[in-house]
């Protein structure tokens, strides 16, 4: 059984959906949690879930001062991390053809999914080199870094940049004992992907075909994969991407649907029902 005990753990975004489950799967096994949460009202209930063992940190990991200020209360409380993982990210836009994105919205992408993994780990390597055995790094992507995602192309744009920045930071790190890897997922019932609003009823009894495995992905999914990067299991995993998708990166195919829409969903030809648009 993997025991995290008297290992150190940060969580970005952990207030919610892959972050909030990843977060009490490590608490579960022992873990010294630190979670960092933006929205106040989700990191209190984090606190009154995880407990007072956890530390939970009211702040916005795309914030300079916030995270400066989390490394420091770290170093202060524990004095070495052992794993961090970068959780946080969102479409932040709706589907937007790339014309029509402006600059302003291109920073906002750029911020809340991939700027904050160069911030949060470069403010953590101190202590995840003060870790007594190899630390390790998780960054959580998306199926969508590694196939097009029409409409969202800056977004997906850069979660294939998550991929280049693991990869090399695994070369940089390897020397030093600390691991690096990431996690894409599949589209993941959460909060930000509400899946019961998003596909009307009468297309749901199509999911088992959508998805080889036959559903789409829930957060304790996503939480496993990066519970087993971070532990013994994987002493000899680094540079790496684990695909927590069902089978949909070796099967899935964009296509547009008859009123020109594009989707990765099904739909049953001159239904004026409109899917979801895909997500990841």
């Given at each position: ?5 008297d ?6 975004g ?25 929205d106040?009202?989700?990191?209190d209930r ?12 009211a702040?916005?990991?795309?914030s ?7 490394a420091d ?5 524990f ?68 196939r097009?995602i ?7 744009a850069?979660?294939a940049?998550?991929?280049?920045f693991?990869?090399s930071?695994?070369?940089e790190?390897?020397p ?16 930000q ?12 009894h199509h ?11 829930t957060?304790?999914d ?13 002493a000899?995993?680094?540079g790496t ?11 899935a195919g964009w296509?547009?649907?008859?009123q ?7 739909v ?8 979801a648009?895909?997500?990841?």
């Amino acid at each position: 059984m993997i025991d995290f005990k008297d290992k150190v753990v940060l969580v970005t975004g952990a207030g919610a959906g892959i972050g909030q489950s990843t977060a009490a799967e490590f608490a579960a096994l022992g873990a010294s949690v630190v979670a960092l949460e933006v929205d106040p009202e989700r990191a209190d209930r984090l606190q009154e879930q995880l407990g007072a063992a956890a530390l939970v940190v009211a702040g916005d990991a795309t914030s300079g001062a916030d995270v400066s200020k989390l490394a420091d209360t770290v170093s202060e409380r524990f004095g070495h991390l052992d794993v961090l993982v970068n959780n946080v990210g969102h479409f932040v836009t709706r589907p937007t053809p790339f014309e029509h994105l402006t600059d302003e919205q291109i920073d906002d992408i750029y911020r809340v999914n991939l700027r904050h993994i160069f911030r949060v780990t470069r403010a953590m390597l101190p202590l995840l080199r003060a870790a007594e055995t190899g630390a390790s790094i998780t960054n959580v992507s998306s199926i969508e870094g590694f196939r097009g995602i029409p409409q969202f192309a800056v977004y997906g744009a850069f979660k294939a940049a998550v991929t280049g920045f693991t990869m090399s930071l695994a070369l940089e790190l390897g020397p030093e004992g600390i691991r690096v890897n990431a996690v894409a997922p599949e589209t993941t019932d959460t909060a930000q992907v509400p899946l019961d609003r998003m596909i009307h009823p009468s297309q749901r009894h199509h999911i088992p075909h959508w998805i080889p495995l036959g559903r789409f992905g829930t957060p304790r999914d996503t939480a496993g994969c990066v519970l087993f990067l971070a532990s013994p299991l994987a002493a000899w995993v680094s540079g790496t991407v684990i695909h927590a998708d069902g089978g949909a990166l070796a099967a899935a195919g964009w296509y547009r649907d008859d009123q020109g829409t594009w989707t990765n969903m099904p739909v049953i030809k001159g239904n004026s029902l409109k899917p979801a648009e895909g997500v990841g």
